[in-house]
């Protein structure tokens, strides 16, 4: 059985960083591209940022460029998103995805919270 488990959310202030985590257990996750949404409410959800199973190239949303990195850890089965100069409009539930083609498995959402 598939599972992803996002951790690593909470509350912090505007212009604070938070670091998330998504630990994956019952795949080959070095065969899989990661990917991390979030979704703010009354909000689609939306791409944030996408790795190769390799870690060789990464893409952004353009909010979050030059404020977010994604990488991973294919030895540990994380991949991970650090989350520097955050705004009060990052405020979403973060998922993350295991995408290989056909199969696409998600995470349950880690709130992230920012706030003064």
């Known amino acids: 059985q598939v599972q992803l488990v996002e951790s690593g959310g909470g509350l912090v202030q505007p212009g604070g960083s938070l670091r998330l985590s998504c630990a994956a257990s019952?795949?080959?996750?070095?065969?899989?591209?990661m990917y991390w949404y979030r979704q703010a409410p009354g909000k689609e959800r939306e791409l944030v940022a996408s790795?190769?199973?390799?870690?060789?190239?990464?893409n952004y949303a353009d909010s979050m460029k030059g404020r977010f990195t994604i990488s991973r850890d294919n030895a540990k089965n994380t991949v991970y998103l650090q989350m520097n100069s955050l705004k009060p409009e990052d405020t979403a539930v973060y998922y993350c995805?295991?995408?290989?083609?056909?199969?696409?498995?998600w995470g349950r959402g880690t709130q992230v919270t920012v706030s003064s």
């Open positions: 995805k295991a995408w290989r083609w056909p199969r696409e498995y």
């Open positions: 790795i190769t199973s390799d870690g060789g190239s990464t």
């Open positions: 019952g795949l080959t996750f070095s065969s899989y591209g």
